[in-house]
């Protein structure tokens, strides 16, 4: 038997090669139904071509790289496994997972602010140097630094948390000016502007209200004796006591502090409500006008 008659031997009747094409008696339609190994399969001119030799079966490319892929050729372990990308967590995260005392100065920050973006909290950071001196830093100041009003807000309501924080939880009484200046000194703690306050009392000493009426640069405030006994008479106090701060840390009163205790001393008069004293609060120490000039 020739052999091109052995290829086409070995396919069902209905196909057969002629003049190397493969064809069927039958409808062609249907030829992947009925054989689907010969529609990837093809076959390609042999050595003998011109001799009337068999034509040879060559298989795909892709059957060639799957055989390829054997148990042997594949490694036991992967020589370089998988590491996950390092993950940040939020704020949130962070507190729900360990705790806010494992938030960062830099998270606490952020928290704060409205916009976050990438380093923003950390630039903030870097300006200030401590997160104690950020808290402490007026409007001017917190402005200076590219905060909005809300986040400079946020830091206000901040700073007053830890205020309250440091009072006891009985309304003080303010009866000296020992018991002024241990009230007042954590309140100003890191505190970079000039503020003006004024305490109402009963008269008992109690501290009915702590107000700040003025906050000033670094160097001054300005604050009216109307406008100090207005908040005074607010309250319903029976006499109050002015503060102010120095950023400086030196506690030692200018002309204008001496200047302004006159006139507070004489308006208080006139009302019927009484200064109880004017304190000059610095770093560690304070000065006292009632003990300093003797008003009892």
């Known amino acids: 038997m020739h052999g091109e008659e052995a290829a086409q031997s070995s396919l069902p009747r209905p196909f057969r090669f002629r003049h190397g094409r493969l064809s069927s008696s039958r409808a062609t339609a249907g030829l992947p139904a009925l054989c689907p ?40 372990f992967d020589p370089q496994p998988f590491q996950a990308p390092a993950k940040t967590f939020s704020v949130a995260e962070t507190v729900a997972l360990y705790g806010p005392e494992a938030l960062s ?6 928290a704060m602010l409205n916009r976050v973006r990438p380093g923003r909290a950390e630039q903030i950071l870097a300006q200030v140097g401590t997160l104690g001196r950020l808290i402490g830093m007026g409007p001017a100041e917190l402005e200076a630094l590219g905060l909005t009003r809300t986040e400079m807000g946020r830091f206000a309501i901040l700073q007053e948390v830890q ?21 007042l000194l954590p309140k100003v703690h890191g505190w970079t502007e000039e503020r003006f306050g004024m305490l109402a009392l009963n ?82 120490r304070w000065h006292s006008f009632r003990a300093a000039e003797a008003w009892d």
């Open 163 to 183: 205020r309250r924080s440091t009072r006891c939880i009985d309304a003080p009484r303010i009866t000296s000016p020992r018991a002024a200046g241990t009230y």
């Open 37 to 76: 190994v010969l529609c990837v399969a093809r076959f390609v001119p042999g050595p003998a071509l011109g001799s009337g030799g068999p034509r040879r079966f060559r298989a795909p490319t892709r059957w060639a790289r799957r055989n390829a892929m054997t148990s042997s050729s594949l490694p036991l």
């Open 203 to 284: 008269a008992k000493g109690e501290l009915l209200a702590d107000r700040i009426l003025s906050q000033g640069t670094a160097t001054a405030t300005l604050i009216s004796p109307r406008e100090f006994f207005r908040e005074a008479l607010r309250y319903g106090a029976t006499s109050a006591l002015a503060w102010h701060n120095h950023p400086s840390g030196d506690p030692t009163p200018s002309r204008e502090d001496i200047a302004l205790t006159t006139r507070l001393r004489a308006a208080g008069q006139s009302l019927g409500v009484p200064l109880a004293d004017h304190m000059i609060v610095g770093s560690d």
């Open 105 to 110: 100065d830099a998270q606490i920050i952020e």
